[in-house]
Each structure stands twice: as structure tokens, then as C-alpha cells.
């Protein structure tokens, strides 16, 4: 049962209550939300919504008079308050449906549909049903009165003390979501590059944050000790679009010239009716100013707000010119001006999220022997030849072409099939670049990638690209190769086994295993060749002809081949000590090794640290190796045989090496190729080459030996052929130092008996 209701006591009094009022001239009415403070009177009696109204009928604060929306019930003010905007203030009586009705409907106000803001006034007609004062505080009540309490004076001053709590709380959400704007337009500011782009965007943020569409100009005056230039446009939007990079003097605007003037005289923002002009303080000489039509009079918090968004956005003003540097130098290659490899891969990752991407290609375009070039004619000229190659690239292909430069001397070509075709792009470097009248002829060697069948990102599609390039260059120069996903594969295989040979190494499961050299004529050993092992955890072995590869291509090999040799050399001193001291160790070299300028340096350590006798140790190089780059191979070897070793040409024959360099070179003996010893079969055809090879030591003073020996009969007919030496497994398969030790004392006893 509700309590019986106190009628609303009204003082006797009216005139005395205004003075706690603020007085304002009556505005004309508005009916529109935004103007009225809307007052809601939640009462199940109805005497009290018509007190409440004509109590409060004729307050007016700020030009804005109430406006009253009534409920009947908690039920009602439920429905209802689900779809009243801008309630400011709930005028609540506790006692309606049930005792705590008023108390459950602030549960439902503030925990179930959120309204933070209303400000709400429990009334009730009796003091025992006063709430809890942990419920006054956690729903936020307002003010607690009782009916008789509420006279009308108090009734006026609590409203209005509520009224303003609740703009106050506007104000503060307000401008916390200005704020949050203000942060969100310095950060979207700052992601576009370039003053123009920065200054556009500034012009958009202003308008954003009043709510409106951009109408305006942004101006920038610099200044000296002799004065100020003329006022810059550097961005316009709206009805100002027409004075795009102008020079805005008074005759182009005389409005918008005097405002920004204004501005730049008194150093900060104007805020006029229908304008605002705002003031922007550059580094010591130089000042932006951004003027706006506005289509109301900005607010005490939009000025606040311009405010924080004029000195935020200041320093990035001053700073966007440092971040479009920043980006260039991040983006695009100082010399040549295109895009670089990070750029490049966004493009190709935008290729591949595009339209265009199914008809698209890739290609890296690297100039063959750009080095030498560079080196020959100065980098000054090189520098000259590169925006030579990168002009004709941009010029001559057509269009929609992305021309980048990824490296050095690698450039990189994004367009259609037609255009990013290898003939017409090959075709480029058939007439020479001219530099400093100096002609100068280039090629290059291509790598393509189709990227519609491209799967992956850009920056995958380079990789692809890559190892279409590494295919072409070792296949010959001046040429082309597109990829395919075979070589991918490949290459991933590669790369597994180049991690695992690593930690192969790094664990140990490597090791060198000798197969011995005989004398064809006594069968007594000579030596013995160091071979490499390696047998996975698993007890798998994988063949040398497969790893040594991918050790020579990693670099690995250059390690590796050091460890071989000091193995080998140990090995060597210790057979030695066991008395075999005419033995012979092979020990075969990488081309990457000989190549490594400190191949001479680790020879003679590895000599000396081991003790092993140079005369005693015999590097193979292989012919294929032999007749890379004469002149320098030449020289190091005068080098190597000064150490005291000896050096052999391996798998010899299978080169095409010439007869008056193979002359020149300083060899000792060469190996004849596993291949023709297998060709023996005593038809004189078969063992042409064996006997040629044969011959052909025999002129040049050169010793010779065969390897792959695998019968009777291949041992007998080289004999007869005149090589006096041999390895294979007829003789002995290759075995670890323990077996060649316990070999070498009994089996090549027996052998030779
Ligand atoms: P290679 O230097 O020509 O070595 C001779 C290869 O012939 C060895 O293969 C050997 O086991 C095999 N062989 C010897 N006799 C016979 C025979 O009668 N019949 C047959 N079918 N094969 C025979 P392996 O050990 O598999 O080595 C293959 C290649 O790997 C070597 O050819 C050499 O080029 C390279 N290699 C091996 N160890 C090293 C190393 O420590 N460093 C470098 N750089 N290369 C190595
Ligand atoms: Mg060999
Ligand atoms: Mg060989």
C-alpha cells in the first residue's frame, strides 16, 4: 500500500524566489531538444505533476526553458526512458507500484540503460522510505528530499543545482570526446606524407571536430629579419578550392586575407560568427594559419578544444616537412629517386591484393658485371651509368610500370605481362648508355615471377624473383628465367639441408673417411684419398655430392673444408708414426675455399699446427674449377706449390680444359674421371679418352691416376694404357682412420702379395 502523498507545499512567497534565479531576458521558445532542459516527472499522483509544472513553469536557464515529459508509473518511466534523448534532469518519487518502485527504476536508469548523465531527484512523501545512503551514492542520486520538504523555492533551487551538475557533466563528456577526436586526428595526421596532404588533412580534422564539412584555406607566411613573404596557400577545401597554391592577397580574398592577417598579428585563434581563423605557431620563422567558414558560432568547449588541436597540431606542421624527408629516405633510393625495396614490396603487396594482379609480372633486372664496371671506371661514372639504366628502364617500357632499384646494381620492374616482357626489357641494353660521351655497354641477367600464380606476399614474390635470378646467372649471362614452383621447392629442400648440415657439423656427425691409392704395377697403396661423411642421428647417409653443394652455396664449406684438411693432415702424421712414410693424402678443395683470401694462410696453419709434411699432401682441385678466371687461379697456385704441396685436377676430362693453358697451370697429376674408367671395356673406342688423358700426362710431364676402378679388367687395360696409378673399389672402398690403419698393415700386405 503507498503512503498517502503530502501535496507539494508552495511557499506563499513567489517573488521572494527569483533573486535565487538567474535572471535572463525570456527567449523565443524552441522546441527542439537541443534548447530545452528536459524535465521528467516520474509521480503516481497526478496533483504533483501539476504543482511540479506550474512551480517550475517559468524557470529558464541560460535562454533555455524546461520542457516536462510525465510518467505515471515505474513501468511507464521504463518504457518511456528507453527511447527520451536528453533527459536532464528525473524528478523521481520513491513509493509507487511497490514501497522501492522509484529505488529499482535509478537501478534500471543507470545499470541497465546507462544513462550516466540525467541527474536524478528522489522525492518521497514520508522520511522512512528515504534510500539507503550507499544507493544514494553507488546509482548516483542527485538529492534526496521529502515532499515536505520541497517547497517551492527549494523545489526551484534544486532544480536548477541539478540542471546545472548535468551541463556540467555534458560538458566534461563532451570534451572528453573531443579529445579522444583530437588524438585520433593528430594520429591520423600523421600517417599522411607530405605538407599538401598534411595540410588538406588538418583542414578535414577542424571540420570533424565541429561537426561540419570543410570550407576553408590554410595559409603558411614566412618571415625574416627583412620582413614577411606573401601568405602561401597550401590547402583548400570547399567553397575555397580556387585558390589552390595561390599567393592570397587581398584582391584574391579580402575576407579571408584579413582574417588570417588578423590572426598572424595577434598570434592566436579568432572565432568570428559565421568564421573561425586558427593559429598555428611555427618554428621561429614560420607560421600557419587555417581559416574556416562555420555555419554556428563554435561553443566554449569547441574553442577549448580548437585550442588543444591548434598547438597539437603545430608541431606536426613544423615536423611534416622532417617526416616527408624521413620518408623519402625510407622509401625511395637516394640516388636514382625510385621506389626502394621496402616500398617495392608494398607495391607488390598491393599488386597482389588488386585487380591487376592476375595479368601482372614481376622482374629483377641485374646488370651483369656491374662490379667491374664500377670499379674500372669510378663510382662517380657508375653512379652516372645507374641513373642511365634507371631512366631508359622508366622511359622506354611503357606506362603503368613500377620501376624500383632494390640493390646496388638490381633494378625491379611491377606491370603488366606485356610490358615487363624479358625480350623487350633484354632488348633495352642492346645500345649502349652514354655517359659523359663515353659509350658504355651494359646487360643484364633477368629474373621473372609471374604474379598471378603467385601465392604468398611481396616480399615472397621477391624471394621467388630472386631465385628465378640466381637460376639465370648460373645458366649464362644475359639471360633470363621465370620461376616456378619446382625451383621454390627445391630451394626450400636446399634451405632444410643447409640448417641441418649446420648443426650436422656443429654436432659432430661429420667425418672423413680414406680410400686408398694404388700402385697399378706392385698393387702396394700410395695413399689414400680424405672423402667427407655424413650420417644423420638416424643412421642415414647422405652423399657428398649432394651437401657439398649446399656447403659451398652457404659458405659453410669454408669451415668445413679447414676441418677436412687438419683431419687429414692428423691423419697423415699419425700413419706416419705407424711407418708408412711414403703416403700420399688427397685432400679435395671447394672452388668457394680457393677462392677465400685466406685460403693460403689457413693451408700453412693447418700444415704447421699439425706437422703434416707438405711433400706428402696433394690438394684436387676440379677441372671445371681449373678453368675458372686463368689468370688469378694461375697466381694462386705459383702460391700453394711454394708451401710445398701438390695439386691435382680432379675428374679430369669432364672439362674442356685447353691444352696451352692446362701448360700453364702448376699441376702435378691428373685424376681421370670415374666416367671413362667406366668406359673401359677393351674396345679400343671405350678407353679413347682413358688413353688420351694418359697420353697427355705423358707430355705435359703430369702424373696420372684413375679413379672408380671397379674390376679386374679396368686395372689390367690402364696398366697396359700406361697409368700407373689407381683408386677404386676394387682396391678399397673408402674407410675411417682406424680401418685404413688395421688395412694398411694387413689387407695392402695381402693385396700386394
Ligand atoms: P671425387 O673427389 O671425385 O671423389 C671420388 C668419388 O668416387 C668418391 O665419392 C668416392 O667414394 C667414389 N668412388 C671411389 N671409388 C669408386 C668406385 O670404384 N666406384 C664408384 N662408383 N665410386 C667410387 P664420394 O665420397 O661420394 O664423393 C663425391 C664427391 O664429393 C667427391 O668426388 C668430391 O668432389 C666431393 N667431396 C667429397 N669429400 C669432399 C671434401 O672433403 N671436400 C670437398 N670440397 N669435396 C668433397
Ligand atoms: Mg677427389
Ligand atoms: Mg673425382
Known sequence: MPPPITPLELSKDDQDDLVFLEEHPAAPASTGARNVWRVMIIDDDEDVHSTTTFALGNLDMQHRPLE???AYSAGQAREMLQHEPEIAVILLDVVMEQDDAGLHLVRYIRETLKLADVRIILRTGQPGYAPEIDAIRDFDINDYKTKSELTRIKLF??????????EQIRKINDSRRGLNQIVHASTQLMALHGVQNFAAGVLAQIADLLGQEASGVLCVQECHDSGCNELMVMATAGAYRHLDKVTLTVREDQRIHDAIELALAQRRNVYGNDFITLYFAGKASRDFVAFMDVVRAPSEIDERLLEVFTSNVAVGLDNVELVTHLHNAAFYDQLSKLPNRTRLVEILDATLAGPARDDATLSLVDLDHFAETNDALGHQFGDLLLIAVAGRLQNELGGQLTVARIGGDIFCLVG????????RILAL???PFSIDGQDVQLSATLGLVRLGEHEGSGADALKDADIALKRAKSQQRAG????????GVEIRERVRMMHALRTAFGQN??????QP???????RPVGAEALLRWQTPDGKFISPDRFIPIAEYSGLIIDLGEWV?????RELVDLRKAGHHDFMMSINVSQVQFRHPHFLDMLRNALEDTGAPPEHIELEITESMAMEEPDLLIKMLGQIKQTGVSIAIDDFGTGFSSLSYLQRLQIDRLKIDRAFVTEITGSARGSSIAEMVIQLGRNLGLAVIAEGVEDERQAQILQALGCPLAQGFLFARPMTATALNGWLSNDALEGAA
Open 416 to 423: 603488366d605481362a606485356e610490358q615487363v616482357n624479358p625480350a
Open 429 to 431: 641494353f642492346q645500345r
Open 565 to 569: 684438411l687438419r683431419t687429414a693432415c
Open 157 to 166: 533551487t534544486t532544480v536548477t543545482a541539478a540542471i546545472r551538475s548535468y
Open 68 to 70: 516536462f515529459v510525465h
Open 509 to 514: 656427425q661429420l667425418f672423413v673417411v680414406y
Open 517 to 523: 691409392q694404388i700402385d697399378l704395377a706392385t698393387r
Open 480 to 487: 633470363h628465367f621465370y620461376f616456378s614452383r619446382s625451383m
